[in-house]
């Protein structure tokens, strides 16, 4: 057993112009966008850094990269996502890390910049009374998901990137009688409009 027993999985893009936030660049342009994912990367890992009790595993898009911050307490990994849709890369993650031992496994990508050290923490903590925890996203999708153990329909015959993507997880968990809580509703960073909203907020 890990002396740690939470782990945060991190699903990151390599920063390669043109293959990053590419709503956003039909929008502003692969230069714009590419800023705007990076600072928005930046920020993820600012908060990662401040997270107790956790160790990261960072599982990149294309090819591992290193970073010149380490979590709070725990360690850094650097992995490579395997799988051919979102929800298999997720249960390829999943699986990975619970195989290492341990409890709970919470996955974000990079695209909440309101994702904090104290989210990250309250969703550990709802994992000590629930199976599973959603952080819900305003667009029908989630930021975050942390589970127990694998619950493998919540990557199966979900239509990712859609708005129903919370609602068809959350009917897989009734269905099943699995325990679940949801955390605060947050915006992820997909579109101009996001971007706009999420600088000039206060």
Same mark, same amino acid.
Request: aromatic fraction near 10%; proline fraction near 4%; hydrophobic fraction near 40%.
């Given at each position: ?10 699903? #990151? $893009?390599?920063?390669?112009? @043109?293959?990053?936030?590419?709503? *956003?660049?039909?929008? =502003?342009?692969?230069?714009? /966008? ?68 341990? #409890? $709970?496994?919470?996955?974000? @990508?990079?695209?909440?910049?309101? *994702?904090?050290?104290? =989210?990250?923490?309250?969703? /550990? ?78």
């Amino acid at each position: 057993m890990n002396a740690i027993n939470t782990a945060i999985i991190v699903f #990151q $893009k390599n920063p390669v112009l @043109g293959r990053v936030k590419t709503r *956003i660049a039909k929008q =502003l342009g692969d230069e714009k /966008a590419l800023e705007i994912y990076r600072i928005l990367v930046q920020k993820t890992h600012e908060q990662l850094s401040l997270v107790p009790d956790s160790d990261i595993f960072l599982y990149y898009s294309d090819y591992l990269e290193d970073v010149s911050w380490k979590p709070k307490h725990g360690k850094i990994f650097f992995r490579l996502q395997k799988g051919n849709d979102l929800g298999e890369k997720m249960r390829c993650a999943f699986e990975d890390v619970f195989s290492e031992g341990y #409890q $709970k496994v919470i996955i974000i @990508g990079t695209d909440c910049p309101e *994702i904090s050290p104290s =989210l990250l923490t309250d969703a /550990a903590t709802l994992l000590d009374l629930n199976e599973v925890v959603f952080g819900p996203a305003m667009d029908g999708g989630y930021y975050l998901l942390g589970l127990k153990k694998l619950h493998e329909g919540l990557f199966e015959k979900i239509p990712w990137s859609t708005d129903s993507v919370m609602e068809l997880s959350i009917q897989y968990l009734k269905s099943n009688n699995i325990s679940y809580q949801t955390l605060v509703l947050l915006s992820d960073i997909d579109t101009e409009e996001d971007w706009k909203a999420y600088i000039s907020s206060p």
